[in-house]
C-alpha cells in the first residue's frame, strides 16, 4: 500500500485555496452579488471614451513586392518563389546568409547592430522565411528603411 496524503481542511462546499482570488464563491446562492467580485472588475468600455490606438494603420494595397530587388534573390523564378518548399529551404537563420540575401543594400552598421542585439537580448535562433523578409521593407531597401520598421524598437 502507498502512504496516504495528508488530510486537508478546504472541504468541497467551501472556496477552495486554490480557486482564483476574484472568483464567486461556490456557497452564493443563485443571483446573489458577491463583494470579492465587483471592486476588482475593471469598468466596461463605453462608447463615449474609445480605446486609443497606440500605432496608426495605414491602408495600402496589398502586393507582394519584387524580391529579385535582393541581390541574393535576383535569379528566383516565380515558381520557385511561389513553392513552400523553397522558402523554408531559404529561411535566414544567420546573419551571414541574411548578408548574402542583402548584400551591400544595407550598411555595415545594421549587420554590427543585428549581432549586438543577439548576443544581449535572443533568447531563440533567427529564422526569417524569405517572404517575411520581403514584406518587411516593402517600397525600399537600404539601412534606413529596415530601422523604420514599425515592429522595432521606438
Known amino acids: ?30 443571483g446573489q452579488p458577491s463583494a470579492r467580485l465587483a471592486p476588482s472588475q475593471p469598468p466596461a468600455p463605453s462608447a463615449s471614451r474609445p480605446v486609443p490606438q ?7 494595397e496589398l502586393v507582394e513586392p519584387d524580391w529579385t530587388r535582393f541581390p541574393g534573390w ?38 554590427e547592430d543585428l549581432a549586438a542585439d543577439q548576443e544581449r537580448f535572443a533568447t531563440m535562433s533567427m529564422l526569417v522565411p524569405p517572404q517575411m523578409l520581403n514584406t518587411m521593407v516593402p517600397s525600399r531597401v ?10 522595432g524598437p521606438t
Not at 54 to 59: G, I, N
Not at 142 to 151: R, V
Request: with cysteine.
Open 74 to 111: 535576383r535569379h528566383v523564378t516565380r515558381a520557385e518563389w511561389e513553392s513552400a518548399q523553397w522558402q523554408r529551404a531559404h529561411c535566414i537563420k544567420n546573419i551571414a546568409q541574411l548578408r548574402a540575401v542583402l548584400g551591400n543594400l544595407v550598411d555595415e552598421r545594421f549587420y
Open 54 to 60: 497606440p500605432y496608426e494603420y495605414r491602408r495600402r
Open 1 to 30: 500500500m502507498g502512504a496516504s496524503l495528508p488530510e486537508t481542511t478546504t472541504r468541497p462546499s467551501e472556496p477552495s485555496a486554490l480557486s482564483a482570488p476574484n472568483q464567486p464563491s461556490a456557497r452564493l446562492a443563485p
Open 142 to 151: 537600404d539601412t534606413d528603411a529596415f530601422y523604420a520598421d514599425p515592429i
